[in-house]
């Protein structure tokens, strides 16, 4: 009998054992693994994770216009650029200023209009504009309101060869020969006389007399 309940007691004592180990490692689970799983879940939705994809940035189109860009460029032609650039941006993309051009001539800084011309000049052709601007009358009135394009007439005493250029059929050859017969043979004591340089003949002289002088 004695012996009977004492593997009776041993089987409690096994069996609340056994309840404490259950107990406990249901606490350990609960704690480790259920509230873990649901801590990491509301941390997640709280604070989205730093790698997560950023919203797509607003692309805007870019406006194209096209100019046509010629004279003293290296590679002339029609270029294409974005609204709001530069003439700057024209030249260089028609392959720059060539070594004659006129680089102080155009503002580099405006922006051009969408099929415009734009036309680089050579110092050449700067030097002799600015000749023509500076020979060139304010034009008269003929009672038309419209103005003549009259030219101030060169004296041919005392022009330089830059400014004989200006005349019509008059080259710097020819320039040089006038220059060259006023200062062997003397001033010229009228118009007329400038015949007498070699080369220019009654056609030329016809093209030129209106605007000479020997005064």
């Known amino acids: 009998m004695r012996t009977g309940r004492s593997f009776c007691t041993l089987k409690k004592k096994i069996l609340i054992v056994l309840i404490v180990v259950f107990v ?3 606490g ?29 940035p607003t692309i805007t189109p870019k406006v194209l216009i096209v100019v046509h860009i010629c004279g003293s460029v290296n590679s002339p032609g029609v270029v294409g650029l974005e609204k709001g650039d530069r003439l700057i941006t024209a030249v260089l993309e028609a392959g ?35 000749l023509r601007e500076r020979m060139e009358g304010s ?25 004989l250029t200006v005349l019509p059929g008059i080259g710097e050859s020819r320039a040089k020969d006038i220059i060259a017969y006023r200062n062997r043979v003397g001033p010229f004591e009228k118009k007329e006389d400038i015949k007498n340089v070699s080369g220019i003949g009654e056609s030329l002289y016809s093209k030129i007399v209106d605007h000479i002088c020997v005064e």
């Open 96 to 130: 720059g200023f060539t070594e004659n051009a006129d680089r102080g001539y155009l503002n580099l800084a405006r922006m051009p209009e969408d099929g415009e011309r734009i036309y680089v000049p050579s110092v050449e052709e700067t030097a002799e504009l600015s």
């Open 28 to 56: 350990l689970w609960y704690a480790f693994f259920y509230k873990g799983d649901n801590t990491e879940t509301k941390t997640y939705s709280e604070t989205p994770p730093t790698d997560a994809p950023s919203p797509s």
């Open 139 to 163: 034009g008269f009135d003929d009672g038309s309101g419209s103005d003549s394009g009259y030219i101030k007439p060169i004296n041919i005493n005392k022009a330089r060869a830059e400014e």
């Open 24 to 26: 406990v490692l249901s």
